[in-house]
């Protein structure tokens, strides 16, 4: 079965001088939404933006907002995240106590639900969880800072968990997060993937329309 890469640009790595313009060149390219990381300086050890930045790039963004929280207590949250116009809320099963509650308030609200694992914890964890999941974001770098090199055991975690997927005969996306590049776009598409998520890969490299559009074409067999 031939399967293609869908690219979700993550605006961490955008020009926050010009936010605006790379927000519309997103708009504008092969990506399917904007990924948008929320990080607290608790969960993780770095502070990116809130909710009036979030806000601002909704009024300009077109496509679906992916919102990953990387935060402490997310459920505080929900409610503020439906209400800036987030299509896609993402909690990290380490952050949740009650995820099964959780998965079901963001559903409420009318957002896809997503689950986020850190690059230690184990997809099998998921098990009893894939039904209430719209996508499971698999982190391949460690949770905090763009830019990181890319953990190789993450081919091995998504071949695992699309074997779970399809088992289940349910449609939960796997997303793959952090050091993903034109190099490894094949391999994670061939592994099961269906949505990369791609920072300073594409705001870094000379043309980033074009990189969208170069992942964007990998298909595999």
């Not at 992916?66 to 929900?78: C, E, F, K, N, T």
């Not at 099963?93 to 509650?101: G, K």
């Not at 050091?179 to 594409?202: E, I, M, P």
Request: neutral net charge; hydrophobic residues 45%; glycine residues 8%.
């Amino acid at each position: 079965m031939k399967r293609s890469a869908q690219i979700a640009p993550s605006l961490l790595a955008a020009d926050f001088g010009n936010l605006d313009k790379d927000v519309k060149m997103v708009d504008e390219s092969q990506a399917i939404w904007h990924h948008i990381d929320v990080m607290d300086g608790v969960f993780v050890p770095n502070i990116s933006y809130g909710m009036p930045v979030i806000k601002a790039i909704r009024k300009v963004a077109k496509k679906p907002l992916d919102a990953h929280l990387m935060i402490v207590q997310p459920d505080r949250y929900i409610e503020t995240f439906a209400g800036l116009g987030v299509n896609n809320l993402t909690v990290h099963y380490e952050a949740c106590t009650h995820l099964h509650r959780t998965l079901q308030a963001i559903r409420n609200t009318g957002m896809k639900a997503g689950i986020a694992l850190n690059p230690h914890t184990p997809v099998s964890l998921l098990e009893h969880s894939l039904e209430g999941a719209d996508l499971i974001c698999i982190m391949s770098v460690n949770p905090g800072f763009g830019g990181q090199s890319f953990i190789e055991n993450t081919y091995e975690k998504v071949r695992e968990l699309r074997s779970m997927i399809d088992s289940k005969g349910v449609k939960t996306l796997i997303e793959v997060d952090g050091g993903v590049t034109l190099d490894n776009t094949a391999k994670l598409v061939q592994a099961g993937a269906d949505v990369l998520v791609a920072g300073s890969a594409v705001f870094r490299s000379e043309d980033p329309k074009a990189t969208i559009a170069r992942m964007a074409s990998t298909k595999v067999y």
